[in-house]
């Protein structure tokens, strides 16, 4: 009798602890699932709401930059700029969101290309890869002195895009990108002394740019202050002074209506072989 008492509560010891086990691993089950839900579908919602409120961040400090406010524009970009950072933190597998982040951080004197450039290579790295970021990468390494890399980052942007028969119907996406991958791919000679070579190449962004003309808003994206002042810088160092002068006075107008007047005093200065100055 003793033993079987003893056998019975050994078998009641066992089937309490297999209970205790069976419920630990259901709650370690679960908490795995959990943890997988989290990342799965929380994070990657919480990463776009980020992204969504960075944008309209961006479109804001734009807006403020056009209107003079300066110190405005970069206090929201940097508000944008940690609204990317979140992004990254939470779903870093999405190229556009390390391209939001290396733009944001571009358009920041504090950081500039020096921070941009591994954001932008990031983004190449994945999958969905945006055509803009090798505008973005091939302007900075242009801008860092890199001409011949950013020059092959841009056209393999244009490749990508089919940038060479501009069409009034085409999406804004396109026309904004092709006109930058034009615009900046005409710096790359420019950097190199190539006058030539850069105004066919500036000519094709101010073409894209010639579909906005009636539209200041949507033209403003395009930066068309800065496409007319490099072409006046072009046409300058090939002593074509009447051309000069009239992408000079191009760029004087885009310059105020979108107060860039910091571009246009650049470009003033670098005139060395034509008087656009007083006329």
Not at 228 to 248: G, I, P, R, S, T
Request: one cysteine or more; hydrophobic letters at 40%.
């Amino acid at each position: 009798e003793p033993l079987r008492e003893k056998l019975l509560g050994l078998l009641k010891r066992l089937q309490y602890r297999k209970r205790a086990l069976a419920m630990a691993l259901a709650v370690s089950v679960l908490a795995l699932i959990g943890s997988v839900c989290l990342v799965c579908c929380i994070f990657p919602l919480c990463a776009k709401k980020a992204i969504w409120r960075g944008e309209e961040l961006m479109n804001e400090a734009r807006s403020l930059e056009w209107r003079c406010d300066a110190d405005g524009a970069e206090k929201i970009r940097e508000a944008a700029l940690r609204k990317f950072e979140t992004a990254t933190r939470l779903d870093p597998q999405q190229a556009e969101y390390w391209y939001n982040l290396g733009s944001a951080q571009r358009q920041l004197p504090a950081l500039g290309c020096s921070q941009a450039v591994s954001s932008y290579q990031e983004a190449l790295k994945l999958p969905g890869v945006l055509e803009i970021a090798y505008n973005d990468l091939g302007y900075c390494r242009v801008e860092q002195g890199n001409c011949e890399e950013g020059r092959e980052l841009l056209e393999n942007g244009i490749k990508l895009l089919h940038c060479d028969d501009p069409q009034p119907s085409a999406s804004e996406y396109w026309l904004v990108t092709c006109c930058a991958l034009y615009r900046n791919l005409g710096q790359s000679p420019l950097c190199q002394r190539k006058p030539d070579a850069a105004i066919v190449e500036l000519g094709m962004a101010a073409d894209i740019e010639a579909i906005f003309r009636s539209d200041d808003w949507r033209l403003g994206r395009l930066r068309p202050t800065e496409t007319h002042c490099l072409l006046a810088k072009a046409y300058d160092w090939n002593e074509q002074c009447n051309a000069a002068c009239d992408e000079f006075d191009q760029c004087r107008r885009f310059a105020v209506t979108y107060c860039q007047m910091d571009v246009l005093r650049e470009t003033m200065m670098e005139l060395t072989n034509c008087n656009c100055v007083g006329e």
